[in-house]
């Protein structure tokens, strides 16, 4: 059994199979995950877990180099744009529109589904390179 770090089998595989580049999705509990791509599903009930909550345990276990959100959780969802903006201080974090970011699901190498219930609460984690 694994002593620490993430212990969710399916995410854990995920991040230990990512390349320079390659790209996870943390959704909340509305976002259409595009055919083709596995969904790992967290949600319990509604806003359980949360999405910060989910980050935070990913973001413990990836190097991570840019982030995507959505343009629309500027005036939709403040509360989650300043914590991606605390929580990826030295990354690139680029905005899009919702539909764009949609799109960019299509190549994500998993989408991971959490029960948060609030607008546009959302992300694509790039992975970055850990050269030790």
């Known amino acids: 059994m694994k ?3 993430m212990l969710n089998s399916h995410i854990a595989k995920v991040l230990a199979d990512l390349g320079h580049t390659d790209r996870i999705v943390i959704g909340d509990v509305g976002l259409p995950v595009p055919p083709g791509v596995p969904k790992i599903d967290l949600a319990l009930r509604l806003g359980t877990p949360g999405f910060k909550e989910v ?4 973001a413990e276990d990836m190097v991570i180099e840019k982030v995507v959100i959505a343009e629309e959780m500027k005036a939709e969802n403040k509360e989650t744009l300043q914590y991606i903006h605390d929580t990826f201080r030295d990354c690139e974090i680029e905005a899009c529109p919702h539909e ?14 959490t029960g948060e219930a609030k607008p546009y609460a959302n992300c694509i984690l790039q992975a970055g390179v850990h050269f030790g």
Do not use: E, P
Request: proline residues 0%; aromatic residues 4%.
């Open 3 to 5: 002593k620490n770090g």
């Open 55 to 58: 980050v935070d345990a990913i």
């Open 100 to 113: 764009r970011f949609k799109q960019l699901m299509g190549d994500a190498k998993a989408v991971i589904r």
